[in-house]
């Protein structure tokens, strides 16, 4: 089996104080280092880093999962059963609005996972998943992901 390997991802924000507001006040994120234009968290074991930017590109709905329209670029994490549950009710205890709300694909396949999509405050989408049976995370769904 490969082993996992932490990701870094670099991307733009708005400004550091709304940034560290949501990645670790809302998602529970460790800061990490940090000047007075980026800032890096620990993000459930991996590394972003968030640059400030007057433009930050928005994301597209264009991408189709399921038959569920999702923005394109996104990023996020596979988290346990009781985390996603745990995250989702923060999320709505901090008003933050749900481009996508939580709810659970292909339920009953190999794949069931549950998902959900929102943004940060500089308009970066996310998605956090969960799948009830981890060791498929790889595996196809039958009835496809398409439309």
Known sequence: MRQNYPFHYSFLVKDLESTRRFYCEILNC??????????????FGNQLSCHVSDVIPPSVDCGIVDKI???????????????????????????????????????GEPSEQATMFFKDYSGNALEFKSFRN???IFTSSPQGFGE
């Open 69 to 107: 329209v999702v923005p394109i670029p996104h990023f996020g994490c596979i988290i346990s059963w009781d985390e996603f549950n745990d995250l989702s009710k923060r999320l709505i205890d901090a008003g933050i609005p749900f481009l996508i709300t939580p709810l659970v694909r292909f339920s």
């Open 30 to 43: 460790r800061e990490g280092r940090s000047t007075n234009t980026w800032v890096d968290f620990d993000f």
């Open 134 to 136: 981890p060791e498929h």
